[in-house]
């Protein structure tokens, strides 16, 4: 008897050796193993240079009301390998042309029981690993709905993690440092209230982009690529055995997705690097998602603009016109005969002050925010028709500013906020599209505060993600960009939609303003491992007055803040202080003024997660180099050697850096300026300090 075991077992492990599947990236340095378990559950596992990334863990869907889900009983019908390699060229981005190269796996398999199928498509990249599910068409499998994705993540490792808590409706938070280990102790202090919308799930549950960090040196970043008609993915960690798995974001019926064959999920994404800088390079996300369906994009333009927002943040000025009403009805209510409060921001006065100021000093545009009827109670009361998008308050001349804008060669930026109410949006998104049209706005800003209606929905559900597609798609037919706050955050569709060319999705700037807790110093040198990694954020920088006027304060030097210009990728950058501010410090000043928007080439000099990132980067179609470093809280030196700069050129470096005496929370406008001449055999040292960092333009010297 014991000897049949012994044959059956040895049958068995070598039935699944024959099942085993391999591929290896074009570098040869990461490997991905795939099998079947004895009872036909697909496994996965990954290593790096011969260093386990990931052990062997289970990929599967459950599913609801339905007798068997799609978590075992496979067989391998099918495989296929093959290798794709090509060049493309983003319409923005930091760098002028992207290598999507990569070597895939495609395994085909076929549940018994029900005779269903199901394809896991792998892609193995130099620089990581993308994986989905698809489902073909076929009669056993039409509709579905998932009750929970079981994708695992089994760690090797208690590794250094870098997170935020899972949460249905906001990634607002700051970032928590801590071993997987200590997940769950940490979720109370780092699940900080004040979020206008927050629903936590798990002790352990944690967002991605997840950036991790072994003991022994290997940089591991989990995330998804491609989320379109799909919810929103977060990782719940089973922190005995350092398991990851998938969390879905549930919909109003608790339902995970509901799904049509033929269709697909995202990719689930990891990245893999002994390197932290080349983690930030990374272009593995972007690769992941289809190219442009915007044939036509010569209308999609990088922008540097100023707004009539910071002073509504920081309590200086309101977004409402009037404080006579405790409520106020579209259509119904009469603004013309309401006395206004004198603190409404979005004049036409104030914002002509906006557009000189712009004109200038060589910004592209002016956002103004507060500029349509609905401001007077539109948060908090679950309020469906709460705006129109088109018609102003008495105090905003819509077309007169937009002529006077034009003038001066400044466009507008459109705001439009729905309170969550999505679709109110949608019905009136047509004409709110065409009125921009109309005065020639060709970007707008939108935002989700607040709860989702219809109540119970999430904002990182399947059906806000469908809308918040629905709102890029349809901007592009307007030839429209789009700026999105408050929505999911970004998985590299800006591929596919190139008019996507910027989201919030993460804790910002305005945070400084809002006292509290407010970002922590080394907040940002974590972002650009995280939320970054999906997409370019709209932090909104540029911060000189750290005091802010409603008692709040900036953990920030000026130094800090210039370099957010380099550090923090965007196509969209603000200078989001008031105009007398940068007016104070003019000098300052001249680097936001300076600094490029769209790049030719990016160089990632010194990074480490939490502590300092140091990049330079190439103006488009220039030999003029913009560098930034930002710095957490405890003070460094950096050593930079110019290396990245054309042999034979000298350059003018401009450097713009703290004072030794500065500090983020004593001293935060504390900084000197000075020139040097520069050649690629140049080396620099620069102190930064706690919260700072330093800027330098490094501009071609003509002979």
């Known amino acids: ?46 290593n790096y240079k011969n260093k386990v990334v990931i052990k062997p863990s289970k990929l599967g869907l459950e599913l609801k009301n339905d007798a068997k889900s799609l978590l075992n009983d496979f067989t391998i019908i099918d495989s296929k390998t093959t290798t794709f390699d090509e060049i493309w060229k983003p319409v923005w981005g930091e760098v002028a042309s992207i290598r999507n190269h990569y070597n895939e796996l495609e395994v085909t398999l076929n549940q018994k029981e029900t005779d269903r199928q199901m394809i896991i498509r792998f892609r193995l990249f130099d620089d990581g690993l993308g994986f989905r599910y698809e489902f073909p068409q076929q009669k056993n499998l039409v509709y579905f709905t998932i009750k929970e994705e079981r994708t695992q993540f089994a760690m090797a490792g208690n590794h250094t993690a870098y997170w935020i808590p899972g949460d249905y409706d906001t990634q607002e938070y700051n970032y928590t440092t801590s071993k997987l280990s200590e997940i769950r102790t940490s979720m109370e202090k780092a699940y900080t209230t004040g979020n206008v919308s927050q629903t936590s799930f798990s002790p352990t549950g944690v967002q991605t982009s997840l950036m991790m960090k072994s003991a022994d040196g290997v940089y591991i970043n ?17 922190d005995k055995n350092f398991v990851f798995e998938s969390w879905l974001t549930p919909d109003v019926n608790g339902d995970k997705g509901r799904m049509q064959a033929p269709c697909h999920s995202p990719w689930r994404t990891i990245i893999v690097s002994d390197d932290a800088r080349e983690i930030l390079a990374s272009k593995l996300t972007y690769n992941l998602n289809e190219p442009s369906k915007i044939k036509e994009t010569s209308w999609i333009k990088p922008t540097k603009y100023v707004g009539v927002w910071w002073e509504m943040i920081s309590g200086k000025s309101s977004w409402s016109y009037t404080d006579e009403f405790p409520a106020v009805q579209l259509g119904v209510t009469d603004f013309t005969k309401a006395k206004p409060n004198g603190r409404h921001g979005a004049t036409t006065a104030n914002v002509k002050r906006y557009i000189d100021f712009a004109a200038k000093n060589g910004f592209d545009a002016v956002l103004v925010e507060g500029w349509n009827t609905g401001w007077e109670d539109w948060f908090g009361n679950a309020k469906d028709y709460v705006f129109d998008f088109v018609t102003p308050y008495p105090d905003f001349d819509l077309k007169g500013l937009n002529e006077y804008a034009h003038s001066k060669g400044i466009k507008l930026i459109m705001h439009h906020e729905t309170s969550g109410s999505m679709r109110n949006y949608e019905r009136h998104m047509d004409e709110a599209y065409k009125l921009m049209k109309q005065y020639g706005y060709d970007a707008v800003k939108s935002g989700y505060v607040g709860n989702i209606l219809p109540l119970g929905e999430t904002h990182y559900s399947q059906w806000s993600n469908n809308h918040y597609q629905y709102a890029i798609e349809k901007a592009a037919d307007y030839q429209i960009m789009v700026n999105a706050h408050e929505a999911v955050r970004p998985t590299g569709i800006a591929r596919t939609y190139p008019n996507l060319i910027g989201n919030e999705a993460a804790r910002g700037t305005e945070y400084q303003a809002f006292g509290g807790e407010r970002n922590h ?22 911060i000189f007055q750290m005091d802010v006027t409603n008692g709040s304060h900036v953990n920030a030097t000026i130094a800090n803040q210039l370099a957010l210009y380099v550090t923090m990728y965007s196509p969209l950058q603000m200078a989001a202080d008031f105009p007398e501010n940068y007016e104070r410090f003019a000098d300052a000043f001249q680097f936001i003024k300076d600094v490029a928007i769209d790049w030719d080439d990016s160089k990632y000099l010194e990074a480490e997660p939490g502590q300092y990132i ?29 290396g990245f700069l054309e ?13 030794k005496e500065a500090h983020y929370k004593t001293n935060p406008q504390a900084y000197n300026i000075r020139k040097i001449t520069v050649s690629n055999k140049s080396k620099l040292s620069q102190l930064s300090v706690p919260g700072g960092g330093y800027a330098i333009s490094i501009i071609e010297i003509k002979k």
Not at 229 to 237: E, I, R
Not at 525 to 542: A, K
Not at 625 to 639: A, Q, Y
């Open 1 to 46: 008897m014991k000897q049949s075991f012994l044959i059956a077992t040895v049958i068995l492990l070598f039935f699944n050796i024959i099942k085993a599947q391999q591929i290896k990236s074009p570098n040869q340095e990461l490997q991905m193993d795939f099998s079947l378990q004895s009872d036909g559950t697909p496994i996965y596992s990954l």
């Open 222 to 238: 989990l995330h998804e690529a491609a989320l379109i008609n799909y919810s929103c993915m977060h990782l719940n960690l089973d």
């Open 521 to 542: 110093p080394n907040h940002v040198t974590i972002l650009p491992f995280t939320r970054l990694i999906g997409g370019p954020m709209d932090y909104t920088p540029g």
């Open 614 to 642: 140091t990049v330079a980067r190439k103006a488009k179609g220039t030999n003029n180099w913009f560098l930034g470093n930002v710095n957490g809280e405890t003070p460094r030196t950096s050593n930079i050697d110019f």
């Open 647 to 659: 042999k034979g050129k000298q350059y003018e470096a401009t450097i713009y850096a703290d004072a």
